[in-house]
């Protein structure tokens, strides 16, 4: 597991997500997994995924409840708003509260990362109120079929292919932020804090990015394998 | 350095990576996507508009339209990839590069093509971003909040040139939205924060 985090220390993220916290020692990762009740192969299918943007998991995605990934993601959710963004925003706060001769340019920053959030916020709230409780009913769904192969119910009017024409980029404003601070503000008086700012955008960014990239890859082909398995039926 | 995008479309596995490993070598800044398939490569374009395009046309089969009409869509951004010279495949593109070619073979040819398509795009990379007139009293109106229509009509241009004038600003700038680009304009003293909330 510490070679892991050696190796791309990015995981960390996915570790905290989770629920992994460090001081595992030399345990490997099947073990630390083991320990904190959580399915290995999971785990690793997400690892990968987050750290190879070319990796696609393809049988292995069968094994894994919807409700695993969602929960996954949910996780995800939360630490962006409640730990990421917060943290961000305090650390402009400082730069402005320390700056003596841009304040002005350095409020626009924060009344622009503002929007960012805002914009971050509306998405996740439009995924953990709709995408996801959409996704878990199709599963419960399918599960009862199993069971009792009853016929299908009626699902709530959305659909795999509706969020993937809605899953807008949720980078763009970050990449807009991150060149109007390195390029066109004014020269600040603390560089250290504008580095901080800077490097939390870039890592947000990054991380933002494999975020999307594992609802994508992960949990919109196992949700349309679903849909095409109820649409059969009927 | 703009930001500069590849797209590449080959089958073997090797020689994609391979060509990836040496196009990032020589410029981090690169965003390079792959295809190890005609149809993955049609859906990738469907959402990604590479700079250039990098193709093995064997991969299209010999009675496919689509090879004859990449070479004309991407202009001379369009790079064909092959195993041998003698192909008629090859043909239609300005640039092959060849399996057998060294390094700085390739590295020449890729620059040539991208040398071309920094020529199209006009801008004044040399000394650094700088945004025309034009392009700032269009920021102006972006960051005011006008519509492309509203732009097109102050400015007695049509809403394609107005498209293309941001596309341009956009790509100067490196920056997307509109949002940002009004950060730029009241960075750059080109509007007052006074001037937005009317």
């Known amino acids: 597991m510490a070679d892991l985090v050696h190796a791309n220390h990015q995981l960390l993220y996915v570790m905290n997500r989770f629920g992994i916290s460090l001081g595992f020692g030399d345990k490997s990762v099947e073990h630390v997994c083991e320990e904190s009740g959580i399915e290995s192969g999971f785990f690793l299918e997400i690892a990968n995924a987050f750290h190879d943007e070319e990796y696609f998991p393809q049988k292995q995605l069968q094994n894994y409840s919807v409700s695993q990934i969602v929960d996954y993601l949910k996780k995800t959710h939360h630490f962006y708003l409640m730990e990421r963004v917060p943290e961000i925003e305090g650390l402009i706060q400082i730069m402005i509260s320390k700056e003596t001769s841009h304040k002005k340019s350095l409020e626009l920053v924060r009344s622009f990362f503002g929007e960012y959030s805002d914009e971050l916020s509306a998405h996740i709230k439009h995924e953990d109120e709709i995408v996801f409780p959409y996704a878990l009913e199709l599963e419960d769904f399918c599960k009862r079929l199993e069971k009792a192969g009853k016929p299908p119910s009626i699902i709530r009017g959305y659909s795999m292919e509706k969020f993937i024409e809605e899953h807008g980029d949720l980078v763009e404003k970050l990449y807009d932020l991150k060149n109007i601070i390195i390029k066109y503000m004014p020269p600040v008086d603390n560089h250290n804090l504008a580095n901080h700012v800077l490097f939390d955008l870039f890592s947000l960014e990054k991380d933002v990015r494999d975020h999307s990239r594992i609802e994508e890859k992960i949990m919109v082909p196992k949700v349309i394998e679903m849909e095409k398995l109820i649409s059969g039926i009927k | ?198």
């Open chain 2, 1 to 198: 350095m703009p930001q500069f995008s590849v797209l590449i479309c080959e089958g073997s596995y090797i020689v994609r990576k391979g060509l990836v490993k040496l196009l990032k070598e020589t410029n981090k800044t690169l965003t390079v996507r792959e295809a190890a398939d005609v149809e993955s490569f049609m859906s990738v374009l469907g959402y990604y508009e590479p700079d250039i395009i990098i193709i093995n046309p064997d991969l299209f089969g010999s009675g496919n339209k689509l090879i004859r009409e990449l070479p004309e869509k991407f202009r001379g951004r369009a790079i064909a990839l092959s195993s041998e010279e003698k192909r008629e495949n090859i043909s239609l593109f300005p640039q092959t590069l060849l399996y057998s070619d060294s390094k700085s073979t390739i590295l020449e040819k890729v620059r040539k093509v991208y040398g071309t398509v920094k020529g199209c795009r006009g801008a004044n990379k040399m000394r650094g971003t700088v945004i025309t007139e034009r392009e700032k009293l269009i920021v102006r109106y972006i960051a005011l909040g006008l519509t492309n229509r509203e732009i097109a009509e102050k400015l007695f241009i049509s809403t394609h040139t107005v498209v293309t004038h941001r596309k341009n600003i956009t790509r100067k700038l490196g920056i997307k939205t509109v949002s940002g680009l009004t950060v730029y304009a009241i960075l750059n003293n080109l509007i007052n924060i006074e001037d937005i909330n009317k």
